[in-house]
């Protein structure tokens, strides 16, 4: 089984701009979880997504978005964007049907604002 | 507040020796706490996950222990190798509410040395 797919592995954006992020989880997933991960605050959560459907979500302005298309692949966007949201974004699939899941992460896209 | 603690300070140990790494909670009653492991410029990998009324959970040379009471979490690796170096993160899902969203730890970071 392919593991979950993040594009891209890198960006270099400025501030004000916005940004795109795939991924593509594992088949059979139907639920996607992203994370922003930082050195000083660890992983933090952002949204997960269920069937096209956002389930949860923690603590992020606006300007973090996201959606989830019918075959279970997940987009996230960043608008206007701020020097502190410099970070490794993951995202981490699972069935989405239980509880206490595992989940599993794609490598993440190393996001740097210039 | 509610806060999930691992050592921050990285852990170097000799192969063969058996690592222990602490994640300790406050204001939290998890249903379940799971670790993972880290590499650089990956996302996490899952490794065991302990369920709040279990005591104690195996994998090979991997133990997990969960003791409630105290509100801690130990992971141990016997017989470690240069292989097992990473950042370990522990990571609970909260009993209340509607939460499938993990609270992660920092991670620790362990270098096993040959």
């Known amino acids: 089984k392919a593991g979950v797919t993040q594009t891209p592995r890198y960006l270099i954006k400025t501030r004000g701009q916005q940004v795109t992020l795939s991924c593509s989880p594992i088949?059979?997933?139907?639920?996607v979880s992203w994370y922003q991960q930082t050195p000083g605050q660890g992983l933090q959560f952002l949204f997960e997504?269920?069937?096209?459907?956002?389930?949860n979500k923690g603590n992020f302005p606006g300007r973090f978005s996201g959606r989830q298309f019918s075959n279970s692949r997940s987009e996230m966007n960043v608008s206007t964007l701020e020097l502190g949201d410099s970070a490794l974004y993951l995202c981490?699939?699972?069935?989405?049907?239980?509880?206490?899941?595992?989940?599993?992460f794609g490598s993440g896209t190393q996001l740097s604002v210039l | 507040s509610q806060k999930i603690e691992q050592n921050s300070e990285a852990l170097n140990i000799q192969e063969g020796k058996t690592a222990t790494l602490t994640c300790n909670y406050t204001?939290?009653?998890?249903?379940?706490l799971q670790w993972y492991r880290q590499d650089p410029g990956r996302g996490p990998v899952f490794l065991l996950l302990?369920?709040?009324n279990e005591k104690e959970k195996r994998k090979e040379r991997l133990k997990v222990t969960f003791d409630t009471t105290l509100k801690q979490s130990l992971f141990h690796i016997t017989a470690s190798q240069p292989a097992d170096s990473a950042t370990y993160l522990c990571?609970?899902?909260?009993?209340?509410?509607?939460?499938?969203?993990?609270?992660w730890g920092l991670g620790t970071s362990l270098a096993v040395n040959p």
């Open positions: 981490a699939s699972s069935t989405g049907t239980g509880v206490n899941e595992k989940l599993f």
């Open positions: 088949s059979g997933h139907r639920s």
């Open positions: 997504y269920f069937s096209e459907t956002q389930r």
């Open positions: 204001n939290y009653s998890p249903a379940y």
């Open positions: 302990i369920r709040e």
């Open positions: 990571a609970l899902v909260p009993s209340a509410g509607n939460n499938r969203k993990l609270i």
